[in-house]
């Protein structure tokens, strides 16, 4: 079966920080994938998304992630974290070749911002 | 505000009830998708609809149910509750519901089962 692995439960950074997040994917095939963040109280909402092409993604407010095939990997990157960046952030993933739509999530990282 | 609703934002109820949870879809939006978020298992896939119709079912278990109205709008159904039901109820929407999609979250159903 399909899983998805954050490696990182929770992750305490100091503002400006480097960020890095590891997410792997058990899937042979092809994938999308996602990185999802849900700041305390609120909903998820999608940071970015590959479906194909440039393997280095960019997303919104700042963070990028690159896809590697060969590690089955997507890691998630922010060269300077801020204090709102606190919340918890998902990769997700689904095998393209599914006939239907359903998300895979990991456990999420945790990660907290220290001014 | 992804345009996505959910109502209640929390329930508390007995073990054995039987609950419904509510779910409004962007503007647009056809397919509906449900998820579960517990401590211990993370964000499941529960269960999706495409205009009216069942397209997929992951971990949802015979004591839950779902459907789609005509307007769109999804319940879930959820009875014979158990302690291990507490957990946040997520619905999702898409525009096709297909792999080009992106899914935009609702703010959640708080479920407490005592």
């Known amino acids: 079966a399909q899983s998805v692995s954050q490696h990182n439960h929770h992750v305490i950074l100091s503002e400006a920080a480097s960020l890095e997040l590891g997410c792997n994917y058990s899937y042979g095939g092809t994938v999308n994938l996602f990185w999802y963040v849900q700041y305390p109280g609120q909903h998820l909402q999608l940071l970015l998304k590959?479906?194909?092409?440039?393997?280095l993604v960019k997303g919104i407010k700042g963070f990028e992630a690159e896809f590697i095939k060969s590690k089955f990997s997507f890691n998630l990157r922010k060269p300077s974290v801020q204090w709102s960046d606190t919340a918890e952030y998902f990769c997700a993933a689904f095998p393209r070749g599914a006939g239907s739509y359903q998300l895979t999530f990991g456990k999420g990282t945790k990660l907290s911002v220290i001014p | 505000d992804s345009g996505v609703t959910q109502t209640p934002k929390h329930l508390i109820t007995a073990t054995g009830q039987r609950v419904t949870l509510r779910c409004s879809p962007r503007s647009g939006d056809l397919s509906v998708y449900w998820y579960q978020q517990s401590l211990d298992q993370g964000l499941q896939f529960l269960i999706q609809?495409?205009?009216?119709?069942?397209?997929a079912k992951g971990n949802i278990l015979e004591r839950f149910s779902a459907q789609q109205f005509p307007d769109l709008h999804s319940e879930l159904n959820l009875s014979s509750l158990e302690l291990g039901d507490s957990a946040l109820y997520f619905c999702a929407s898409s525009p096709q519901g297909i792999n080009t999609d992106t899914q935009y979250f609702g703010p959640g159903t708080r479920l407490t089962v005592l």
């Open positions: 609809y495409y205009n009216g119709e069942e397209r």
């Open positions: 590959y479906f194909s092409g440039d393997p």
